[in-house]
């Protein structure tokens, strides 16, 4: 029985082998660059992760006031939407956190976001789940330190950071 099974192994380690699959070589040497669009000063383009373990990514963003924000949140855990859902708020600076924090976690029907506090809210994402993407454009506010969070109840407390307008 011992050899049955030894046989076995040596026979599975050599059927897993190092099969590397070729490709074809290139048929012509013709070079094409592609250029990147040139970047525009006005625009600040930011992306930030939230994982399954409630934590983003960057604990701070910075951008210069006037411009235009484009932020991507990228949820790249795995868990869905109902389990640990994330999105990306940014609060006023007159905002409590553990306020909004908590009272956001009793606003399921509203994507987590209190419908009687969104006057402490200057923009948010959507709630997405595990895999998935979400991007917003929104407008600097005005020089200064804010707060941006994760609203997804008990999420606050670990996915918070500073959004920094010089």
């Given at each position: 029985?011992?050899?049955?099974?030894?046989?076995?192994?040596v026979a599975l380690a050599f059927s897993c082998g190092d099969k590397k699959k070729e490709t074809p070589a290139a048929t012509t040497d013709t070079k094409v660059e592609k250029k990147a669009p040139a970047e525009d000063p006005n625009v600040a383009v930011l992306t930030i992760e939230g994982n399954d373990q409630m934590q983003f990514n960057k604990k701070e963003l910075k951008v210069k006031a006037g411009q235009k924000v484009k932020l991507t949140l990228?949820?790249?855990g795995k868990m869905d939407i109902q389990v640990m859902g994330?999105?990306?708020a940014l609060l006023t600076q007159?905002?409590?956190v553990a306020t909004v924090g908590n009272a956001a976690a009793m606003a399921k029907d509203n994507d987590y976001i209190p419908a009687d506090m969104t006057d402490k809210f200057i923009?948010?994402?959507?709630?997405?789940g595990g895999g998935e993407t979400t991007t917003i454009e929104f407008d600097a506010p005005a020089p200064g330190t804010y707060t941006y969070?994760?609203?997804?109840?008990?999420?606050?407390?670990?996915?918070q950071g500073k959004f920094i307008v010089e």
């Amino acid at each position: 029985m011992k050899k049955l099974i030894l046989v076995f192994l040596v026979a599975l380690a050599f059927s897993c082998g190092d099969k590397k699959k070729e490709t074809p070589a290139a048929t012509t040497d013709t070079k094409v660059e592609k250029k990147a669009p040139a970047e525009d000063p006005n625009v600040a383009v930011l992306t930030i992760e939230g994982n399954d373990q409630m934590q983003f990514n960057k604990k701070e963003l910075k951008v210069k006031a006037g411009q235009k924000v484009k932020l991507t949140l990228k949820h790249v855990g795995k868990m869905d939407i109902q389990v640990m859902g994330h999105n990306w708020a940014l609060l006023t600076q007159d905002a409590d956190v553990a306020t909004v924090g908590n009272a956001a976690a009793m606003a399921k029907d509203n994507d987590y976001i209190p419908a009687d506090m969104t006057d402490k809210f200057i923009v948010h994402t959507k709630m997405i789940g595990g895999g998935e993407t979400t991007t917003i454009e929104f407008d600097a506010p005005a020089p200064g330190t804010y707060t941006y969070l994760c609203t997804f109840p008990g999420h606050y407390a670990l996915m918070q950071g500073k959004f920094i307008v010089e």
